[in-house]
């Protein structure tokens, strides 16, 4: 006999929004700038605001500007460093070719961009929100999203505190509680949970191209004065990756004789051996960078997945009651490497239908008016033009698709394309070979200077999870993942895993798929790339997670 559950604690605003981050943050803002009566709640699973955000960042102005245009003369802004220094190479393992600016579509310019962290820039942004009137809730996972009875979303419901294990209410249980809204936005980044599960019951996906991900690893350095290039942007393609991998590495060069060095790895690659923590960490052996962090010290460490499918891929962003902003929705402009702005534009464009619909006397109907705008505003034409870059390198390889995406850039820009508009092949979870397909990668073992473990390098994520809690990373069928995942693919989640979560113990009995949910970093990729669809994220005890101090 199932326990009977206490009854939840209801609050009303007019408008909830799902995750602290910068699209949900602008929407905020923005909301109170056209209407300063309107109550809205942001609520945040994250211990604090900027807790679980991870960018790389080089930040496009572009939106900022737009919303809170003095930003620049703010001595509270953590944005200082203007971009000086754009630098384009591709790497071999020797040694590598600059790829000459000139040959580079205008929009990969960063020089009006700025370096810095994204978290803290949340950090900046939540209390000018709360200035203003907005209530912000960190420390609250949003678990379950409330519909009335039509079917349109009324609201959501944070998770219930004090769970044990087995499934028991511990002495400290204590019942989430429903926040109630006349629109609801799921600003939750990439592969959000909740957004997930509405993409699938209001089929917001019907028309779109299948999404795509990549994972990002990023580190934090501070670096030795006389090699420090402030304001200095690289980005390099090639090595370690082989020509079917796409990715490549980035170097950000800001204040405090700090360098953000992060690796992305395009989740569609086929080789289940390929572990991306461990190709992030041959990035930094290779001679012309290794020399940058000898005798500096790591600082920080994250992994988060990235939305790549672009313009093909944005869902359907509205439905009854509420509407998707930000990675939610898929912004991400993958050749730039850049989703800020568009997170921060989609925020305060959906604000402003929803602010129109609320003085038009309505309330938990379809924002039919943002879904239908997005596309010729500053972030579809953004998207457009970059549209065929990730289709174009996923068919033709890195070095040919980056050369005929970077053509295409180039056509687009001057109004036309010889390429139409390419396709996505199919999910990221169904690239994967089998594992007779290839050999295993032996990775050089970390040196504990320069390259690093993957628990040593959680610890730096400060990541910490209640471990008297149910496992927020449920597997649907153990059956499957050992005839597939295991028996087929070698455990490809060993290694896709940038925490150590996921574990293969041989027994005498056979292998035991071991979960150590408390090193998760919320990253997200076993949710795109397990093989099988076998393994689902959901939230964890709020608060729980990693803790990015300035990521």
Not at 138 to 152: H, I, Q, T
Not at 240 to 264: E, M
Not at 488 to 503: D, H, I, L
């Amino acid at each position: 006999m199932s326990e009977e559950l206490p009854p939840r604690e209801s609050m009303e605003f007019d408008v909830v929004i799902v995750g602290a981050g910068p699209s949900g943050l602008s929407a905020a803002i923005r909301l109170k700038q056209l209407n300063p009566e309107l109550s809205i709640v942001v609520v945040e699973k994250g211990s604090e605001v900027g807790a679980h955000i991870l960018s790389g960042a080089v930040i496009d102005p572009v939106s900022l500007d737009k919303l809170i245009p003095d930003w620049r003369e703010d001595a509270d802004c953590p944005l200082k460093t203007q971009v000086t220094s754009d630098r384009f190479y591709w790497a071999t393992s020797q040694g590598w070719f600059r790829i000459p600016n000139f040959i580079m579509p205008p929009l990969m310019n960063n020089h009006h961009c700025y370096i810095g962290s994204l978290g803290n820039v949340c950090r900046w942004l939540a209390p000018k929100a709360e200035a203003l009137g907005v209530e912000i809730y960190p420390g609250f996972a949003a678990a379950e999203v409330l519909y009335d009875d039509k079917g349109a979303v009324r609201g959501i419901a944070t998770g219930d505190m004090g769970i044990a294990k087995d499934g028991s209410h511990k002495d400290s249980y204590t019942r989430g509680m429903e926040l109630l809204g006349k629109y609801t936005l799921f600003a939750e980044g990439a592969r959000g949970s909740l957004s997930k599960q509405l993409i699938a019951k209001y089929n917001l996906d019907a028309n779109s191209e299948p999404p795509k991900f990549g994972i990002g690893l990023k580190e934090v350095w501070q670096i030795d004065p006389a090699k420090h290039k402030k304001g200095r942007v690289q980005h390099t393609l090639g090595w370690p990756l082989n020509d079917k991998t796409g990715g490549g590495s980035f170097l950000y060069h800001y204040d405090d004789n700090r360098v953000a060095v992060g690796f992305v790895v395009h989740l569609n690659y086929n080789d289940p051996y390929l572990s991306p923590f461990d190709e992030f960490q041959r990035i930094k052996t290779h001679p012309d960078i290794r020399e940058l962090f000898e005798g500096g010290k790591r600082l920080a460490y994250g992994a988060r997945a990235i939305t790549e499918g672009g313009y093909q891929s944005v869902p359907r962003l509205s439905f009854p009651g509420g509407a998707l902003i930000g990675c939610a929705a898929g912004f991400v402009n993958v050749p730039r490497i850049k989703g800020v702005h568009n997170a921060m534009g989609s925020g305060m464009l959906a604000a402003e239908h929803v602010a129109s619909a609320l003085g038009a006397g309505r309330a938990n109907d379809e924002l039919v008016e943002y879904e239908n705008a997005w596309r010729s505003s500053a972030i579809g034409k953004d998207l457009f033009k970059v549209r065929n870059a990730k289709p174009l390198l996923s068919k033709f390889g890195n070095l040919l698709g980056t050369l005929f995406s970077g053509f295409d850039m180039w056509c687009n820009t001057l109004g036309f394309s010889l390429f139409g508009t390419q396709s996505h092949a199919k999910p990221d979870r169904k690239t994967l070979d089998p594992a007779t397909q290839h050999q295993p990668i032996a990775y050089p073992k970390p040196d504990g200077k320069i390259t690093f473990d993957k628990l040593s390098s959680v610890f730096l994520s400060n990541t910490n999870h209640e471990e008297d809690q149910p496992v927020h990373l449920k597997v649907a069928d153990m059956n499957l993942q050992k005839t597939s995942e295991h028996d087929v693919f070698a455990g490809p989640s060993n290694r896709y895993c940038p925490a150590g979560v996921y574990e293969w113990v041989e027994e005498s009995s056979g292998p035991r798929f071991q979960i150590n949910a408390q090193n998760c970093v919320h990253c997200k990729t076993c949710d795109v790339k397990d093989p099988n669809g076998n393994i689902t994220w959901v939230p964890p005890e709020g608060g729980g997670g990693p803790n990015y101090e300035a990521m």
